[in-house]
């Protein structure tokens, strides 16, 4: 597949499963007037710098599910040519939409193809608002529905089965509350989760994860207030799930399902600086850190926590409680 020399601003329309039911009227009014590209192109220089030679940045906008108006827009840093070992790292951003349009997975990493999506709503936050995040469900489907149906036409011949999944911050409240419960058994590959996470109201089925899936979860020190309520219980979900899985053992899970802490920061700043340097920090070592197993070099303790042993900022993970409330303010500013 052969690019031209500039950045692809489309508008598409797919057809794909329908939409959990009872929540398409209320987004359908919510997402009201976002069928158009938004953000001005923000960041696509950057990130095709970063992205380098033979990848163009490519932003388009769809609708990915049957049955649901809701527009998704979404960026691709695409390869000239597409081969059958490329997978994606699929990137949900934290409130705001900063790392959509930042798209630190930019660059091309042992063959996995960056994807950024954009929150469906006017306030660009994963699940929409409150500290529930009610309407996961129905973004998860959009995410799924894009990445099933969508990408592999746009990309003919990537590796469906390997791919992977970044949250941050108020992404990986979506991710770790609706995408893994509802569509884990879908997607095996793996799921880094940085600097957030929210309980599902059902818990997490032990099919959504896999005998091989990765998973990392990623905090600092000094998080937000309420993600300190509601990362706990996200890992006991994760846990719980993670021990009903056939054929895992013991020794297999401390390295598979990990937990790191220990960066001295505040909200997503792992490198000890800020939220968008400390995001790039640790997905520049998306490879080293999700296939590897290794440590994040300068980021993460020099070995990484088995996640059955995590105690996210003090609080025994598991023994926190399924689908504990969060209280505080929902998000961050730049997430």
Known sequence: MLLTNFVTIAILIAGAASAPQGTRKNNAKTNANLNQIRGNGQGIQAAQQRAGSGVKIVEKIVQPTAGDP???????????TITPDMGLNVLLHGDGGQSFFAMPNAKLDSNLI???????NAPMK??????????????????????????PQMMPGFNQSRVYFTGVSGGSLTLTSAMIPLYGSMFQSGWLIMCGGLPSPNGIPAS????????????????????????????????????????????QAATQFTFDGTPNGGHCAFDGQGFSSGIQAVVSQFSALMLNGQPARGITAANL??????????????????GAKTNGKNGANKN
């Open 126 to 151: 994963w699940g929409g608002l409150g500290n529930n995040r009610p309407d996961g469900p129905q973004h998860a489907t959009l995410v799924k529905d894009l990445v099933k149906s969508v990408l």
């Open 208 to 251: 959504a994860i896999g005998p091989n899936t990765r998973i990392h979860v990623q905090t600092t020190t000094n998080e937000l207030a309420f993600l300190k309520q509601s990362i706990p219980p996200a890992v006991t979900d994760l846990n719980q799930a993670i021990a009903k899985v056939p054929g895992v053992t013991p020794q």
């Open 114 to 120: 960056g994807v950024t999506v954009l929150a469906p």
């Open 305 to 322: 926590a088995p996640l059955a042993q995590a105690r996210p900022f003090g609080a025994a993970a598991g023994q926190a409680q399924n």
């Open 70 to 80: 809701t527009f998704l827009q979404f960026r691709v840093a695409m390869p000239q």
